[in-house]
């Protein structure tokens, strides 16, 4: 069975500091991956996916993430944070050959920004 | 181009009511999916419909709770009898139909239910 471990549900950073936030994957199969971010009240917003080819992703907001097949993690970074990227952030996987499926999703992980 | 669109944004209702929460996809979209955000949670996948079909609803709980996705109008998730248990945000995302593996959701704003 697939599963997405992020293992830090807080991380708190001063504003215009570089971050990554964790993510790793369990699956036997490919796998397609996704971070999301969630504002305060809000849906979530797609922040970038990885498919295939280059194994580094740039997303929206300067963000971007590499994914290690060997480690089966795929990170999240960004080189220097804005207070108003405070949100909380997921990572997905979906799995499977189907034109559409299920994402599973990880537990998220609460980014606060200091001034 | 409206996104997904969800109603109502905030439902409370008493133990023993039923709640209707609506999903309008996407223009064009014709698949719909479900997802349950409890407190400090991710988001659990509930049940995956296509216009007038269900094809996977392997997170939804047995009792109590059912989908649909008409060939007119909006997707309704309902729950019957509701507990507290069940008070958490549910959220609608909707995809493109035909080939391909963009595999992109796009979520609506959620529909944040209180069961006092």
């Known amino acids: 069975a697939q599963s997405v471990t992020q293992l830090d549900s807080q991380v708190p950073v001063f504003e215009e500091a570089p971050v990554e936030l964790r993510c790793n994957y369990s699956?036997?199969?490919?796998?397609?991956l996704f971070w999301y971010v969630q504002y305060p009240n809000q849906g979530l917003q797609l922040l970038l996916k990885?498919?295939?080819?280059?194994?580094l992703v740039k997303g929206i907001n300067g963000f971007e993430a590499e994914f290690n097949k060997s480690q089966t993690s795929f990170h999240l970074r960004k080189p220097s944070v804005h207070i108003s990227d405070t949100a909380e952030y997921f990572c997905?996987?979906?799995?499977?050959?189907?034109?559409?499926?299920?994402?599973?999703f990880g537990s998220g992980t609460r980014l606060s920004i200091r001034p | 181009n409206a996104g997904v669109m969800q109603n109502p944004r905030h439902l409370v209702r008493r133990r023993g009511q039923e709640a209707r929460l609506r999903c309008s996809p996407m223009?064009?979209?014709?698949?719909v999916y479900w997802y349950r955000q409890l407190p400090e949670e991710g988001l659990k996948f509930m049940v995956y419909?296509?216009?007038?079909?269900?094809?996977?609803e392997s997170g939804m709980p047995k009792e109590r709770f059912s989908a649909e996705f008409p060939k007119e109008g909006p997707s309704i998730l309902r729950i019957q009898q509701v507990v507290r248990g069940d008070s958490a945000a549910y959220f609608c995302?909707?995809?493109?139909?035909?080939?391909?593996?963009?595999?992109?959701?796009?979520f609506g704003p959620g529909t944040r239910l209180t069961v006092t």
């Open positions: 995302a909707s995809s493109p139909p035909g080939t391909g593996y963009s595999y992109e959701q796009y």
């Open positions: 699956s036997s199969v490919s796998v397609y």
């Open positions: 990885y498919l295939s080819g280059s194994t």
């Open positions: 997905a996987v979906i799995t499977g050959y189907s034109s559409a499926s299920k994402i599973i």
């Open positions: 223009k064009g979209h014709s698949h």
């Open positions: 419909l296509q216009k007038e079909n269900i094809i996977d």
